[in-house]
C-alpha cells in the first residue's frame, strides 16, 4: 500500500491514466485466463476489472465536477482583473479630463485679469489727471487778483480759500465720476466674464456627463458579456451535472457457482464432439 502522502500528490489526471492502463492490463490478463480456460481465475479477474471501470467512471465524473468549478472560478477571475484593469484605464482617463478641465478654467482666468488690468488701464488714460477749472473757480480767480492789486489782503485770502474750496469739491466730483464710470466699465466686464465662466462650467458639466455616460456603458458592456458567459456555462454545468447525476455507476458483475460449473460442463462436451 503506498504512503498516504504520495497518494494526495497523485493528480486525478494521472488517477485516471492508472486507473484505465491498469483496466486494459487486466482485460489482457482475463483473455489470458479465459483462452487457459481458467475459469474461476478469469471471473475474479472480471470481478477486479468491474469495480475499477466504477472507480474510473466515478473519477471522471469528479474530475468533470472539478473542471465545472475551476471554470467558474476562472471566469471570475478574469471577470475580476478585467474590471480593476477597466477601473484603472477611466481613472487615469479622468485624471487627463479633469487636468485638461483645469488648465483650460486656469487659462481663462488668467485671460481675464489680464484683460482686466489692460481695460482699467486704458480707461485711465481716457481721463486728464486732473478735473479742468470750472467758470466759478475761474472768476474767484480773477478776483483774488484784483483785490490784491487794489490791496485788499485779507479779501483776497478768504477769496483763495475758497477757490481752494471749489477746486477740493471739484477735483473731487471728477474723481467720483471718474471713478464710477471706471467701476461701471468694469463690471460690464465682470459680467461678460462671469458668463464666460458659466459657459465652461456648461461645457464642464457635459463633458464630464459624456465621460460618465461612455463609461457606465463599456462597464455596462463588460458585465452584460461576462453575465452572458456565466449563464451559458452555468447551463451547460447544469445539463452535465444532470447527466452526471443519471449515469449509472457499473457494479461488478458477480456470476454464480452454478453458472460457471453449467459453463463448464458446456464447454467439457464441446471437446467430446470435437473429438
Known sequence: MEPAAKVENITSQETIESLTKEIAELETQRKSLEAAEKILE??????????????????????????????KKTLDE??????TNFNSIWL?????LMEDLQKEEEKIKNKQKEEKVKTKEELLKTFPEKAKPDPKFLQLKQLKYALMKSKQYEK???VEQQMKDNETQRQQKWEDTKNEKITLEMEKLEKAFKKELVGFNKKKTLELFEFER???????????RYTN???DMALSQKT?????SSMPIKEPKVR?????????????RIRIMIA
Open 214 to 224: 461612455k463609461k457606465n456603458m463599456e462597464f455596462n458592456h463588460l458585465n452584460k
Open 78 to 83: 478574469a471577470h475580476s482583473a478585467e474590471i
Open 156 to 158: 483776497a485770502y478768504e
Open 42 to 71: 478469469a471471473g475474479k479477474t472480471n470481478k477486479r476489472i468491474e469495480k475499477l471501470k466504477s472507480q474510473l467512471s466515478e473519477k471522471r465524473k469528479q474530475e468533470k465536477q472539478s473542471k465545472m468549478l475551476q471554470d
Open 256 to 268: 454464480s457457482k452454478a453458472a460457471s460449473n453449467k459453463t463448464g460442463s458446456t464447454n467439457i
Open 229 to 231: 458567459t456565466a449563464s
Open 240 to 244: 452535465l451535472k444532470y447527466r452526471l
Open 92 to 96: 487615469e482617463k479622468k485624471n487627463k
